[in-house]
Nanobody, 122 residues
Framework: VQLQASGGGLVQAGDSLRLSCAMTGDTFSNYAMGWFRQAPGKEREFVGGIDKTYGVTSYTNSVKGRFSIFRDNAKSTVLLQMDSLRSEDTGDYSC????????????????WGQGTQVTVSS
């Protein structure tokens, strides 16, 4: 299984950005997906996740109401819609896949993708 995140960039505070994570090598609908981010000098942080069956989502408190996660099983892709971006959202964003459920602990995922950099200027 390979995961590839894309869509990062440099934006201003208040702007929106949509990240994508595409899976190849297995049936995407069999996996729950998680999004994580890591800012320079900080620990990797759970951003949110989406389950594999009903599309139920969960988010860390700091992004609730601003970020949304969607999945497109036909395209084997999970999306992270980020609105009202803040400077503290800056980081390297990556996706992860699990055959069971999504977790806040990145060590519990089976597969990881390369990150995409998001930089929010204030």
């Amino acid at each position: 299984v390979q995961l590839q995140a894309s869509g990062g960039g440099l934006v201003q505070a208040g702007d929106s950005l949509r990240l994508s994570c595409a899976m190849t090598g297995d049936t995407f609908s069999n996996y729950a997906m998680g999004w994580f981010r890591q800012a320079p000098g900080k620990e990797r942080e759970f951003v949110g996740g989406i389950d594999k069956t009903y599309g139920v989502t969960s988010y860390t408190n700091s992004v609730k109401g601003r970020f949304s996660i969607f999945r497109d099983n036909a395209k084997s892709t999970v999306l992270l819609q980020m609105d009202s971006l803040r400077s503290e959202d800056t980081g390297d964003y990556s996706c992860a896949a699990s055959k069971l459920t999504y977790y806040e602990n990145y060590n519990l995922y089976s597969f990881w993708g390369q990150g995409t950099q998001v930089t929010v200027s204030s």
